[in-house]
């Protein structure tokens, strides 16, 4: 067949070289179009924003969080501004839209989600945030300000799972586990959880009316009068303390006792009853973690518990009524977990807002767990203040 000599091509012909602009632009879609798939399905840079993982993490840590130890997740709200997480940078408002959703799926990954895991994953009281204030708790501010007053004061906002502000806590209990606290030690299934060196409690520290004369650096959180003071120990500073002069006795400082909820409703831990549950920081449950698929019976006393599961996480209709509880317009009085869950704390743990007040963490709001820390530094900022014994060091040798 003879083509037209318009169609032809002869060997000397060649293509019209592109030019400048265009390659960089082509070179600039191209790299975007890469650093969105690197940070939506292998790992993304994370910041260590508050010191509730102290002394395990520090605040400004930069690490990077391994997407694929558990599974990429399918973006759930994919239309979106790449490389930006909720808040369009400088002129602010949402980076995303919700005209398209897309359910919860998770590609095969390298494991599951284990005890002692360093994780990172979207806050489950994100649903509703504060703009103004981002890192207030939303329905705490409700509890201790009231509703109508937060709502008048500040900007209101939801946001779909994936868009939810990203924390990162250790996971102390996974499907199935039964968690307690017991004047501060946590017990897992009846036994006491892990105690890694540099996990932080509140101390009340006697003296014999002399300030303490320390073997070890060590923060103080108050003083209380001339003998007696407060400070945030890690576990690997508790003998220093000890033996340090004027010392005279150390203890965990718990602000409330066993059987004692917290007076004011700001201090309230999950599930916020303290009719049914009397339960603080310290003195806490038993709790069973959901695990999918797993039925427990309803009733008035622990609907505290599962109200959120059935209505905001896994997407029913509940109505309660007259002592019933009608889901998905159908009388219930059990209700089957359709998704794993896991139950997530600070390793400071007098300094962490984290399960013991927001509750269970569903598996939909797991983002990755924390690889290793690639740079950090301390208050004087990357010039004069680098960490440089933390540059490049995995989870496991930081939390030694």
């Known amino acids: 067949m003879v083509f037209p000599k318009f169609l032809r091509r002869t060997k000397n012909e060649t293509k019209t070289p592109k030019p400048a602009w265009r390659e960089w632009l082509d070179a600039g879609i191209f790299a975007l179009f890469a650093a969105t798939l690197i940070r939506s399905f292998a790992c993304e840079a994370y910041t260590i924003p508050s010191g509730s993982m102290e002394g395990s993490l520090l605040i ?13 997740r399918i973006p759930m709200t994919p239309l979106a501004v790449p490389l930006v997480h909720n808040t369009l940078p400088v002129v602010g408002g949402k980076s995303y839209s919700e005209a398209v959703k897309w359910g919860y799926h998770r590609l095969p990954g390298f494991g599951n989600v284990e005890r002692n895991d360093i994780v990172v994953f979207n806050g489950p009281s994100g649903d509703t945030a504060i703009v103004e204030e981002p890192e207030m708790d939303y329905y705490q501010a409700c509890r201790l300000y009231g509703r109508d007053a937060v709502n008048a004061k500040y900007t209101i906002v939801s946001r779909p799972t994936d868009k939810k502000e990203n924390l990162i806590k250790r996971c102390i209990g996974i499907p199935g586990d039964v968690i307690e606290i017991k004047d501060a030690l946590v017990m897992v299934n009846g036994q006491p959880a892990k105690i ?4 932080k409690l509140n101390y009340v520290v006697k003296t014999n009316g002399m300030a303490p004369v320390l073997a070890d650096n060590a923060e103080l959180a108050q003083r209380v009068n001339s003998s007696t003071y407060v400070y945030n120990l890690a576990n690997d500073q508790v003998e220093a303390m000890k033996n340090a002069g004027n ?3 150390v203890s965990v400082y718990e602000s409330e006792l066993p059987g004692m909820a917290p007076k004011y409703p700001g201090d309230w831990v999950f599930p916020q009853d303290t009719l049914n549950y009397k339960w603080n920081r310290d003195n806490y449950g038993p709790i069973t973690v959901p695990k999918a698929g797993t039925t427990v019976a309803l009733n008035q006393q622990n609907i505290a518990l599962y109200r959120r599961i059935i209505g905001n996480y896994e997407g029913n209709t509940l109505v309660e009524k007259d002592g019933k509880f009608i889901i998905n317009g159908q009388e219930a009085t059990s209700y089957t977990f359709k998704m794993d869950y896991y139950w997530m704390m600070g390793d400071n743990r007098h300094n962490s807002l984290d399960s013991r007040y927001w509750g269970f963490v569903p598996d939909d709001h797991v983002v990755g767990r924390a690889s290793f820390v690639w740079m950090s530094y301390g208050d004087g900022g990357p010039i ?5 014994g933390r540059l490049l060091r995995g989870m496991h040798r930081l939390e030694q």
Do not use: I, Q, T
């Not at 400004?60 to 990429?72: C, E, Q, R, S, T």
């Open 196 to 199: 890694f060196p540099h996990s």
């Open 247 to 249: 010392v005279a006795s």
């Open 60 to 72: 400004h840590d930069y690490l990077f969080v391994n997407k694929m130890a558990y599974g990429p």
């Open 384 to 388: 004069a203040d680098m960490r440089w």
